[in-house]
DNA sequence: ACCTGAACACCGTTCAAGT
DNA sequence: ACCTGAACACCGTTCAAGT
């Protein structure tokens, strides 16, 4: 009887819910502590169990890049290119912030997995809605890069590889030491500028959302442009 | 007599030895075959003298980043912020080019290396000069992002994990499998356009440089309109 | 036939023993 | 004091032995 509720000790393994549990690991722990035994534990599974369900670690990330990548919402309808491309990607942005190791997994894919070649092309679809050339909706695709999927490459990003462990606060870049004003006076200044509502030198950060809409925008309007003057490439 | 062009086995570890050591091997055999025990072997050193030169293996990459980053020409005096910036920035596209690996390394450090604060700043310097405020030069620098050092995220990107080992040819992305037109008609169709010389539906692939430009340019001139218009962000 | 423990070939890094 | 071999605590994955 009290066997009778053990027995059924584990909802039986599955791709989804070992895709689920490694996006969840990742999530809490890092990508870092992301390892086949890690996640075999967290599912009370022995390690090797995990490749009837996974050919292997790489085909592990892609799924779970899939598992992620699936939660962004579909291009609104009724809306001209230019609103329905921004919200979109404003969405995927707010899905893959959700998950802070997604944007590095799909940069170290070498191949892209089939949820991110759906996403681009629903994208390269609502540009050809839009009146778009194919030739230059292929160069716009380019242009917007990663900015397509919601994430920019920030050089500064600190948080990419770190799980919610530890102190979850977005803490500020702690305080720029002495040193560094003087040997890169103009990223000092604009240090100082990005704290506005600050006198120190301890900058606040930077608005991660404001800059990413401008650059966003910056991009939207100067293809809206080409698009209204019918460029196309020499050819 | 032969003991004596013997002897002097290996000249003498240091950090810069080890650090282009460490360089040449990932440019050789990919980032992923960079282990302290194999680039040890490749100085004849056994593993744990490497410790006295480098902390740990990430104080390991950051130096190999700052030994690339060096090799950046520094910008061209005597013209314009415009064509200073764009040249610059080709000049370190080309440098990373030979290294494959460094722009992965660079998004996976958590914090930026000397060597690109001083580029950065650098970078900085140049809007300055060309009369940009220090706010519209912040925004402009995040808006810029990878692009800044001459790498633009890529979802296809093929090479960047491999090393130069195999077949070096940039071989263009396979034949795209009669199903990939089916599930994705809008990427197939851009591929298709992108290999116009050619009737298959076998992509040449894209030309690179000709798409980094495209963008580049996009966001300069998006870039230049702002700036002659006194863009100010509401503060 | 399926499952899984042990083993293999690696890691980065610590540490104590040797000189 | 310096150097370094062995060891530790991990990896991903193979493989053979067990059921």
Redesign the pocket.
């Known amino acids: 009887m009290a066997e009778q509720t053990e027995v059924p000790r584990r909802t039986p393994l599955s791709r989804e819910r070992v895709l689920r549990a490694a996006v969840a690991l990742a999530d809490e722990a890092g990508i870092d502590?992301?390892?086949?035994?890690?996640l075999a534990q967290d599912l009370g599974?022995?390690?090797?169990?995990l490749?009837?369900h996974v050919a292997?670690?790489?085909e592990?990330v892609a799924g779970m890049i899939d598992v992620v990548i699936d939660e962004i919402a579909p291009p609104l309808a009724d809306t001209d290119w230019k609103h329905a491309v921004r919200e979109r990607i404003l969405s995927a942005r707010r899905v893959l912030q959700r998950h802070p190791w997604v944007s590095l997994a799909i940069e170290s894919q070498q191949t892209p997995t089939p949820a991110i070649l759906a996403y681009l092309d629903s994208m390269v679809g609502t540009f050809r809605t839009g009146g778009f050339s194919v030739d230059l909706a292929h160069h716009v695709m380019h242009a917007m890069g990663s900015r397509t999927l919601g994430f920019s490459q920030e050089l500064f990003d600190t948080a990419r590889n770190a799980g919610r462990t530890g102190v979850t606060s977005p803490e500020p870049p702690a305080a720029l030491p002495a040193q560094f004003a003087d040997r890169f006076p103009n990223l000092a200044k604009i240090a100082v500028v990005a704290s506005h509502d600050d006198t120190s030198v301890v900058g606040r950060g930077c608005d991660d959302q404001f800059e990413f809409e401008f650059a966003l925008d910056l991009l939207l309007e100067g293809i809206e442009r080409l698009h209204q003057q019918g460029w196309t490439s020499a050819r």
Do not use: E, G, Q, T
């Open positions: 502590s992301l390892s086949m035994r890690n599974v022995v390690p090797m169990a490749y009837k292997n670690k790489d592990l």
